[in-house]
């Protein structure tokens, strides 16, 4: 099914390791985002591409970068990880200004000890 | 500072009954909002949604109202199903430059009782 695909779907590191948590969409759309979401705060922007070549900052973004490999590909990295940062990580889709509806991915389940 | 809040984490209903879902918000500029729907291991999946200048959205058993002078938007369920059970969060559309940008609240899970 078409959608948007996220690897891995779990992952544990020790603090200070580095990752790169990556998603793909096969929609076409133009704009991507990184939200983490934990107990009681929902979900939470961490970095967003509104269009192929272009980053920004969201909510949340201290600690990521990203990486907007093409129109397909939007990637998070942790370059030193921390277990403030054990969240479960959503990509998701949209085509842009005029459509509003997100598609997720499943997410990933990221566990730093 | 939550521009879109959620105030009840949880809610039971009977099955058959109406669900009421309620979401509150500080921002008067936001153009859009939405409901998302999501069920345990995977991704929230888009529900309806209203724009700022309608005050009732309707498909099928889901209707979403909106009150722009209290901030308020409420989704309603009926009837309620047991597949209804899942967690729904409440997301408000920035307008202009902001506008590809969503934001959540924190959620309520709902749960439907036989």
């Known amino acids: 099914n078409a959608g948007v695909t996220q690897t891995p779907k779990f992952q544990v590191l020790k603090t200070g390791q580095s990752m790169t948590l990556q998603c793909a969409q096969d929609?076409?759309?133009?704009?991507m985002y990184w939200y983490r979401q934990d107990p009681g705060m929902g979900l939470r922007l961490i970095y967003y591409?509104?269009?192929?070549?272009?980053?920004d900052k969201g909510e949340v973004p201290n600690g990521y970068n990203v990486s907007r490999l093409n129109k397909r590909e939007f990637s998070l990295r942790l370059e030193s990880a921390a277990p403030s940062q054990t969240s479960v990580y959503f990509c998701?889709?949209?085509?842009?200004?005029?459509?509003?509806?997100?598609?997720f991915g499943s997410g990933t389940r990221l566990t730093v000890v | 500072d939550q521009q879109v809040k959620q105030n009840s984490p949880s809610l039971s209903v009977q099955e058959g009954r109406i669900s009421i879902l309620n979401c509150d918000y500080t921002?008067?500029?936001?153009?859009?909002f939405l409901w998302y729907k999501k069920y345990p291991a995977e991704g929230p999946t888009f529900l309806i949604s209203i724009s700022s200048i309608k005050d009732k959205n309707e498909d099928g058993r889901f209707t979403v109202f909106l009150n722009k002078s209290a901030k308020h938007l409420s989704l309603h369920i009926v009837p309620s199903q047991p597949g209804d059970s899942a967690v729904y969060f409440c997301?408000?559309?920035?307008?202009?430059?902001?506008?590809?940008?969503?934001?959540f609240g924190s959620g309520t899970r709902l749960s439907i009782r036989p």
């Open positions: 591409s509104a269009s192929e070549g272009t980053t």
């Open positions: 929609m076409n759309h133009n704009s």
């Open positions: 997301a408000a559309r920035g307008e202009g430059s902001s506008a590809s940008k969503i934001i």
């Open positions: 998701a889709s949209s085509e842009g200004y005029l459509n509003y509806g997100y598609t």
């Open positions: 921002n008067s500029m936001f153009d859009y």
